[in-house]
């Protein structure tokens, strides 16, 4: 009898708390999680959708972008990469351009499901890679870690794969095959992307540009740690510090901050005083890049000099003016015009990097592929359009279409 008494009693104890935790906030799940587990635990943000938002380009300019020329400077950037040994940055770039609906009628050119199974699925990765190599994938128990820094094998930037499959169009819920062979879900990456995000970083560009497409319309959330976080400090951070000095010449961060502003406009998730700060910071970049522009179009890796980059011209590499004028574009295609340059400005920019990349070999794009990938994303972007979008129907129209660029023409403006 006694024994069946303290075997009740347990139940009852048992019991008693599984209700009380199924009544517990969330914030007290975490705690109770985390006191058990010794674990810090992800945060318990509510997801309000499996698709990714999409920021839309605001204009159509076949004037500056032909339907030919756009042709072929997408043939030049098709996903054409050696199997071996296949970096993820490469793919990164291309899945962002070409989105996970790419498809090609070539089949040595990686289709969009193709790219996206080598980023999620361990087994398809080690096709390219070895199981001694770092695996670009991570079980941490907590979440799905993405290997990044200085390994070949790994990607190359904090949160750039989250974000490149996020701006790919990628659900929340695809499948992540992990090396552990636990079976998740996209969800799980950018939790964990949430779990370890710091504002102190090097570089935040694209966990603020993947949190935007993903969070809206919450605004803040609390970390692993409890610090709340929100996109206003995401957007101070953005802001701070030398123009130049963030990555591929600061570029990214502007596009980051337009993307944030254009998502504010409809889910309001800057305060008032933080979405002005945005703007005048724009501002500023407009103004700088009216300034800094050279005669033929192109945009020097310092254009937050102004003028001065004129005055003192730097001896950029052919691969640091086509990153700034390239991701300048972008960024272009998505503000409102208050915020462009004078249109010749941007026609000229255009012109530029359209004779830019038609001119390179296949040889020659490869080795800064990274950086092209902008390029032909952002013309597409100016034609109202996706690369994917347009490839489709001029495959369908062209089925026999080819681009060769002049045989006599170096790598090289």
């Known amino acids: 009898m006694r024994g069946f008494v303290f075997w009740f009693i347990q139940v009852a104890l048992i019991g008693s708390y599984l209700l009380a935790y199924g009544f517990a906030t969330p914030d007290t799940r975490q705690d109770i999680k985390q006191e058990i587990t010794g ?12 698709e990714p938002l999409r920021v839309a380009p605001l204009f159509d300019r076949p004037e500056m972008v032909s339907d030919e020329d756009l042709a072929a400077v997408l043939w030049q950037i098709r996903p054409e990469f050696p199997r071996k040994e296949l970096r993820p940055n490469l793919v990164e770039h291309a899945i ?15 289709s969009g499901k193709e790219m996206l199974d080598f980023l999620l699925d361990h087994g398809t990765y080690l096709l390219s890679w070895t199981d001694k190599d770092t695996p ?13 820094g200085r390994y070949r ?12 499959v996020t701006e790919a169009g990628a659900r929340l819920d695809s499948t992540v095959f992990l090396p552990s062979q636990r079976v998740l879900t996209l969800e799980d990456v950018l939790r964990e992307a949430l779990r370890d995000f710091r504002l102190d970083e090097r570089e935040t560009e694209w966990s603020a540009l993947a949190f935007g497409l993903w969070l809206p319309p919450a605004k803040n ?12 400090l995401l957007a101070q951070r953005l802001i701070r510090g030398h123009l130049e000095l963030g990555v591929c010449s600061g570029t990214h961060r502007v596009y980051s901050l337009m993307l944030l502003w254009r998502l504010d406009q409809e889910f309001d998730i800057l ?51 086509v990153i700034a004028t390239g991701h300048h574009l972008e960024w272009l295609a998505i503000a409102p015009p208050e915020l462009h340059p004078p249109q010749a400005h941007i026609e000229k920019a255009a012109d530029w990097i359209i ?49 060769e660029p002049p045989a006599t023409t170096p790598d090289a403006p």
Do not use: C
């Open 96 to 110: 962002r351009a070409w989105s996970v609906q790419a498809e090609f009628h070539d089949p040595a050119i990686l």
């Open 221 to 232: 959330w609390r970390a692993a740690d409890g610090r709340e976080l929100s996109f206003d």
């Open 39 to 50: 674990r810090q635990q992800v945060p318990q943000l509510t997801l309000t959708r499996v």
């Open 136 to 148: 670009l994938l991570e079980d941490r128990g907590t979440g799905v870690g993405v290997n990044w």
């Open 271 to 321: 305060g008032d005083e933080m979405a002005d700060r945005v703007y005048a910071h724009l501002e500023l970049v407009r103004d700088l890049i009216s300034d800094s522009q050279f005669e033929d179009g192109h945009w020097p890796s310092n254009w937050d000099a102004g003028a001065q980059a004129l005055i003192n011209p730097r001896k950029d590499e052919l691969k640091d003016i």
């Open 153 to 164: 094998s790994a990607s190359v930037h904090h949160d750039h794969m989250l974000a490149s």
């Open 355 to 403: 004779k830019t990349t038609k001119q390179q070999s296949h040889a020659g794009i490869l080795a800064r592929y990274t950086f092209f990938s902008h390029v032909g994303n952002a013309l597409a972007m100016w034609r109202k359009t996706s690369p994917s979008d347009f490839w489709k129907r001029w495959q369908t129209e062209h089925p026999d279409y080819r681009y």
